[in-house]
């Protein structure tokens, strides 16, 4: 596995050695592997994982870097795609797809979060095979954007900047000043279960619950950070004695991708905001190290929306091999849709 990394381009880390292998190690089973190659050249790999999506005739639905199980996607694997040089994306893709589709029980594929969407459609369009998608935005700012004489981004509106201010202002008055905690490699794993606590305080009466409730989730990032500490910051943010919370960030190349965190939201007060001061407070720490992007990530927040310079759009595809299988799927869901009214 780690001769076919060495000869790979990956175009985040969430398609790096690292973050793969410690998923791969909390599977129960592992996926198959495609590896592509020119001639005797490996120019780049696909995990997929298959699962019955028809049990009788047995059909199946693949899902590229993921299991297709919730319990082991819930790691929020995001600009997905296929681990290969950049060059060699396009030919990478036809290559999977006509491996895939050569078994004729493979009926669909579906590739979550990516962001090389039309070099997805040019090879399904010329491989005969037709597709459906759903889009997320993704947020990021651009650290470059800096005025020195005001100090601040150029892109964060006067409104926000006031509230900002104000909130800086009240955190400094009431608790004390802000400081930043970056986590050791000895103590990383502390900060990361104390962010789980707030997390799963925040999180738990949610629909898809804290991924900290998930034993998959946390042994993936146990493994994660224990092999990868130095290309993490784990943030203990605090305000004299009192914390604010936790900020989980992944720095790769010169972005720095935030990841998770978990705030303290029994501080209430209705000039506090801890995830725009936070966030903004960080920016302005990586602009000063020369980092160029914060990516956000995808999902809507307000604070990501305010302090965002730039929206881009995961897709996630659901690659089928024929329209009539596509309209068969549709009509299933319809019919499922109206038995559990």
């Known amino acids: 596995m780690s001769n076919i990394f ?36 490996i120019i780049g790999f696909a995990l997929l994982s298959r699962k019955k999506a028809l049990t009788f005739p ?134 990361f279960f104390e962010l789980g606590a707030l997390h799963k305080k925040r999180w738990n009466d949610s629909e898809e619950g804290s991924g900290f409730d998930n034993q998959f989730f946390v042994q993936h990032h146990v493994n994660f950070l224990t092999r990868n500490s130095q290309n993490i910051d784990l943030v203990k943010v605090s305000a004299g004695k009192e914390t604010l919370g936790y900020v989980y960030n992944i720095k790769f190349e010169k972005t720095v991708y935030f990841y998770c965190s978990g705030l303290n939201y029994d501080i209430t007060h209705k000039h506090i905001k801890p995830g725009y001061t936070i966030h903004h407070e960080l920016m302005k720490h990586y602009r000063k190290l020369g980092y160029l992007w914060y990516d956000f990530l995808g999902g809507y927040a307000r604070y990501k929306d305010s302090l965002s310079s730039a929206k881009y759009q995961f897709k996630t595809l ?22 559990t009214l």
């Open 6 to 41: 060495n000869e790979s381009d990956p175009s985040s880390f969430f398609l790096g050695k690292q973050w793969i292998t410690s998923w791969l190690s909390v599977l129960d089973e592992l996926p198959d592997i495609y590896i592509f190659k020119n001639d005797d050249e």
């Open 58 to 191: 047995p059909l199946y639905e693949g899902f590229l870097n993921q299991k297709g199980q919730s319990h082991f996607d819930q790691v929020w694997i995001e600009y997905n795609g296929i681990i290969c040089r950049k060059e060699k994306t396009y030919e990478c893709i036809s290559a999977l797809l006509t491996a895939f589709f050569k078994n004729k029980r493979n009926q669909r594929l579906t590739v979550s979060m990516t962001t090389d969407f039309e070099c997805w459609q040019n090879a399904i369009s010329e491989a005969g095979y037709t597709s459906e998608n759903t889009e997320v935005l993704g947020y990021k700012s651009d650290l470059t954007l800096w005025q020195n004489e005001l100090e601040k981004f150029e892109f964060i509106s006067k409104n926000t900047h006031s509230q900002l201010k104000r909130s800086i202002n009240t955190i400094e008055k009431n608790l004390g000043k802000i400081s930043f905690a970056f986590a050791s490699k000895d103590n990383i794993l502390n900060y």
């Open 318 to 339: 659901t690659i089928y091999r024929s329209s009539r299988q596509l309209k068969l799927t549709r009509i299933a869901k319809k019919l499922i849709s109206f038995l």
